[in-house]
Every structure is written in structure tokens, then in C-alpha cells.
Nanobody, 127 residues
Framework: DVQLQASGGGSVQAGGSLRVSCAAS????????IGWFRQAPGKEREAVSC????????YYADSVKGRFTISKDSVANTMYLQMNNLQPEDTAVYHC????????????????????WGKGTQVTVSS
């Protein structure tokens, strides 16, 4: 069966960095779009970043563009989000999510209807 395991969250001071990872099992990344949504108290769910694995196209929310970088290790079936210059507004639970046979546009629209969700990893940024 398909499993997504998120890890790498933690607590950092503003300006610090974290790298969250999503390790996938039960499928390969070919023909999938995988990325991160985040959810914080008092805020709506926000699409952070995703990558279309088959063609390498990426998406970044305006709020993280230039600070976050998404990447993949196809051999290890692991997706990474390098988060630099973290700010308090980045505080949230970060969930990785996979959409089968769809690109970035459909991934952004899928929301909780995403094909697969992993358990979240908490990112906390203090001011």
C-alpha cells in the first residue's frame, strides 16, 4: 500500500532553516505530482510547493518563493522541501500530498481530495 512519511519538522528561530522530507513507499514518483500543504491555526490551508515528478515542473506559493526549494530523489522515492529564512508566519503543520496522473494545476485544486496524504510534521518558527 502507499505510505507517505513526513519528517524534518522542528522549532527554529526566525531566519533559520529546516528541511522537511516526504518518503514515499508503495509507488514510484513517475507520473505523480507531490508537494506540501500547510495548515496553521487561524489560517486556511495553503498550498506551499509541489513538483511534477515526470517533467520536473515546480510551483511555489508567493509567500515562500525565493526562500523554499523543492526537490526529489527518485531513487530513494523521497521529496524534500528546503526552507530557508523561515519566518513566524511559516509556522504550521506541513503535510505532503500526492496526486496521481495530474500536473500542478490539478494538484492545487485537489485539496483534501488528494490521492494520498502523509502525516504532518510540525514547523514552528519563533520571532
Amino acid at each position: 500500500d502507499v505510505q507517505l512519511q513526513a519528517s524534518g519538522g522542528g522549532s527554529v528561530q526566525a531566519g533559520g532553516s529546516l528541511r522537511v522530507s516526504c518518503a514515499a513507499s508503495g509507488f514510484t514518483f513517475e507520473h505523480y505530482t507531490i508537494g506540501w500543504f500547510r495548515q496553521a491555526p487561524g489560517k486556511e490551508r495553503e498550498a506551499v510547493s509541489c513538483i511534477s515528478v515526470n517533467d520536473g515542473h515546480t510551483y511555489y506559493a508567493d509567500s515562500v518563493k525565493g526562500r523554499f526549494t523543492i526537490s526529489k530523489d527518485s531513487v530513494a522515492n523521497t521529496m524534500y522541501l528546503q526552507m530557508n529564512n523561515l519566518q513566524p508566519e511559516d509556522t504550521a503543520v506541513y503535510h505532503c500530498a500526492v496526486l496521481q496522473d495530474g500536473g500542478i494545476g490539478l494538484w492545487l485544486l485537489s485539496g483534501w481530495g488528494m490521492d494520498y496524504w502523509g502525516k504532518g510534521t510540525q514547523v514552528t518558527v519563533s520571532s
